[in-house]
């Protein structure tokens, strides 16, 4: 059975970061893309970062380039989304997900064939 697993969140002031790891099973990972995605209350589902597990291409959202970095262990299936400088508007549930098409790096969640549960980040003074 594939299983995504984030870990990771919590809370922490503006400026500050955050590691998110999303720990993958159940599938072949290295023929995945896997995203991260964000859903604030109120607001709809936000494609974040993808890497792709077998090429090594990345994507960020415009809202974060520059201040997030994925990045990925295929020996442990593992996925990481450092988290810098972050401010109040990246409060939201994130969720790591997989898609089977590695030679994208596409953030649009229908893609998506695995979601994790998510972790809830709180940046906030």
């Known amino acids: 059975e594939a299983q995504l697993v984030e870990s990771g969140g919590g809370w922490v002031q503006p400026g500050g970061s955050l590691r998110l790891s999303c720990a993958a099973s159940?599938?072949?990972?290295?023929?995945?893309?896997i995203g991260w995605f964000r859903q604030a209350p109120g607001r709809e589902r936000e494609g974040v970062s993808a890497?792709?597990?077998?090429?090594?291409?990345?994507s960020y959202a415009d809202s974060v380039k520059g201040r997030f970095l994925i990045s990925s262990d295929h020996t442990k299936n593992m996925v990481y989304l450092q988290m810098n400088n972050l401010n109040p508007e990246d409060t939201a549930v994130y969720y790591c997900?997989?898609?089977?098409?590695?030679?994208?790096?596409?953030?649009?969640?229908?893609?998506?064939?695995?979601w994790g549960q998510g972790t809830q980040v709180i940046v906030s003074s």
């Open positions: 997900a997989a898609m089977p098409f590695p030679f994208s790096v596409r953030l649009s969640a229908d893609l998506y064939e695995y």
């Open positions: 159940g599938f072949a990972f290295r023929d995945y893309t």
């Open positions: 890497i792709s597990i077998s090429e090594g291409d990345i």
